[in-house]
């Protein structure tokens, strides 16, 4: 079956520490993945997309498909990197496509 | 830009009632999406719809739950009636046909009490 997992609920660091979320996934096809954000009393956004291959605020995610993850990484965490972070999935289903989301992680940054 | 937009912001209600959740998408935009958040969980899609057809309702549960989208834009999401576990964020998005990207609103949370 298909599925996201976010193993850590909570990641707290210091300001100025490395950040790195974990996500793991699992389908037979070929994933494209995701990577959403909600700040606090902000709507979910999207944050980066693994086949964009960029870095958005620092952050970057590198697929690796022989471990079956997409773990999302910054240097140097800020405390504005406060949010929830979600792993998502997109599946192609019956020419549409479906997003399957992780169950979160909440990253605390403290000064 | 108001992005989506939906209504109300929050909700409460007995068990055994009705209740319905608008959502209002980015204009132009032809796919529009319901979700449902559990506490603690990440969003679940309940329903995907392309302009007025609903093309992806496998995970709405049928007995209570309908949706609609009249004229392709806005659409309604009604539970009738509810129970206890339906409290949850209901979360609609939408974005442009063939495009990846889904652009939330900020939700609904309904308590069932």
């Known amino acids: 079956a298909q599925r996201v997992t976010q193993p850590e609920k909570l990641l707290s660091v210091f300001k100025g520490a490395p950040v790195e979320l974990k996500c793991n996934y699992s389908?037979?096809?070929?994933?494209?993945l995701f990577w959403y954000v909600q700040y606090s009393r902000q709507r979910l956004q999207l944050l980066l997309r693994?086949?964009s291959r960029e870095s958005i605020k620092g952050f970057t995610a590198d697929l690796n498909k022989g471990e079956t993850s997409f773990h999302l990484k910054k240097p140097f965490a800020q405390e504005e990197d406060s949010a929830m972070y979600y792993c998502?999935?997109?599946?192609?289903?019956?020419?549409?496509?479906?997003?399957?989301f992780g169950a979160g992680t909440r990253l605390a940054v403290h000064p | 830009e108001a992005g989506v937009v939906q209504s109300p912001r929050y909700k409460i209600i007995e068990k055994k009632q009705p209740v319905a959740f608008w959502c209002n998408p980015i204009?132009?935009?032809?796919?529009l999406y319901w979700y449902r958040q559990n506490l603690g969980q990440g969003p679940e899609l309940l329903i995907r719809?392309?302009?007025?057809?609903?093309?992806?309702d496998s995970q709405l549960p049928k007995d209570r739950f309908s949706a609609e989208r009249l004229k392709g834009v806005d659409s309604t999401l009604k539970i009738q009636p509810a129970e206890l576990g339906d409290s949850a964020v209901y979360l609609c998005a939408s974005s442009l046909v063939g495009r990846t990207e889904a652009f939330f609103g900020q939700g609904t949370r309904l308590t069932v009490v």
């Open positions: 693994h086949i």
């Open positions: 998502a999935l997109m599946l192609e289903r019956g020419g549409y496509n479906k997003l399957i």
């Open positions: 389908y037979s096809g070929s994933p494209e």
């Open positions: 204009s132009g935009h032809n796919t």
């Open positions: 719809y392309e302009n007025e057809e609903a093309v992806d």
